[in-house]
């Protein structure tokens, strides 16, 4: 019997945590292989992820900073993402057992056979909900609260374009067990987020990922708000900590989508080398960024064109 590490993608997001969180249980709850699984953060709780796990009693998954190499391989069950460069450090010394994830695939392969439950959903959170099905479980009503709210942000109420009918149907049915309305219990996780308080450093770091384009490396990132007029205001700020982030982290170029979701649109700013972003946005690269109607979904909407046009 082994303890094996459930972790979702660095800088993460409410659903990064709860997918790992509520999954963890689950194989725990099943005693699934006999091991015991552990949830693991790469970075911060997100502010509504923090209440969320205190007004369930649910314990704060522990800091994961990198992955040693030993004789015998740390298992890991990777949430909400695949890609390499999006994981732990070290991941190379991890054995992958499994992955439940709602993204692209990239650069990922494995040595040995390994469980992949892989859907284009809303949410890596509604993929944990029907695994409760799968294996003849029914989520707690604590355990019910933490997906429903995590498929409610990473959809932003179900109003994102990676929203699915089982998004919605998985949804109502968690809606319906606790006794709200989906969408009004996501707006109010939605503004529990300190959104007011936002850096700009916290703009630009809060949700970002590192893509491979033509190659060269681009970030990017998406603050969502429900009110853009304040971070409009900080614009020439914004591109500064932008620039210093891509130099941090090293990388070519770098893209913000300042995504009002009041409005249902994102405001797209360009940093460094971002040809391939403007290729594959059809946008170019001016000072107070290009607003971008109905556009709310980084993955679809923005990363898979970028992607898809280099
Ligand atoms: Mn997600």
């Not at 509504?48 to 649910?58: G, M, N, Q, R, V």
Request: with cysteine; net charge negative.
């Amino acid at each position: 019997m082994s303890t094996v590490y459930v972790f979702g993608h660095q800088n993460p997001d409410n659903d990064a945590i709860m997918s790992a969180v509520v999954l963890a249980q689950l194989l725990n709850q099943v005693n699934f292989n006999g091991d015991t699984y552990e949830a693991r953060r790469l970075g911060p709780l997100p502010a509504e992820t923090e209440k969320l796990l205190a007004e369930t009693d649910t314990p704060k998954p522990r800091l994961l900073s990198a992955i040693k190499e030993k004789a015998t391989p740390q298992q890991v069950v990777l949430t909400d993402h695949n890609e390499p460069g999006q994981s732990v450090e070290g991941l190379e010394h991890a054995q992958i057992i499994g992955v439940v994830d709602h993204h692209r695939f990239g650069d990922f392969s494995t040595a040995a056979p390994l469980h992949i439950m892989a859907l284009p959903w809303g949410s890596s959170c509604t993929i944990v909900t029907w695994l409760f099905g799968i294996l003849g479980q029914k989520p707690t009503d604590a355990q019910a609260k933490l997906l429903l709210a995590a498929m409610m942000t990473d959809t932003l109420m179900l109003k994102s374009p990676t929203t699915t009918d089982f998004d919605r149907l998985f949804a109502a049915q968690l809606g319906e067990q606790l006794g709200v309305d989906p969408v009004k219990f996501g707006m109010e996780v939605f503004l529990s987020r300190p959104s007011g308080s936002f850096t700009p450093e916290q703009m630009v770091g809060n949700d970002i990922k590192m893509f491979e384009v033509g190659g060269k490396k681009l970030l990017i990132g998406q603050y969502e708000t429900v009110d853009k007029s304040r971070a409009l205001g900080m614009i020439p700020e914004i591109r500064k900590a932008m620039a210093a982030y891509q130099k941090k982290q090293k990388a070519d170029g770098i893209v913000l989508c300042i995504t009002d979701i009041m409005e249902e649109g994102s405001q797209v700013l360009l940093e460094g080398d971002t040809a391939a972003a403007q290729k594959g946005l059809k946008i170019e690269d001016v000072a107070e960024g290009v607003w971008m109607p109905g556009v709310l979904s980084r993955k679809k909407q923005v990363a898979a064109p970028i992607l898809a046009a280099n």
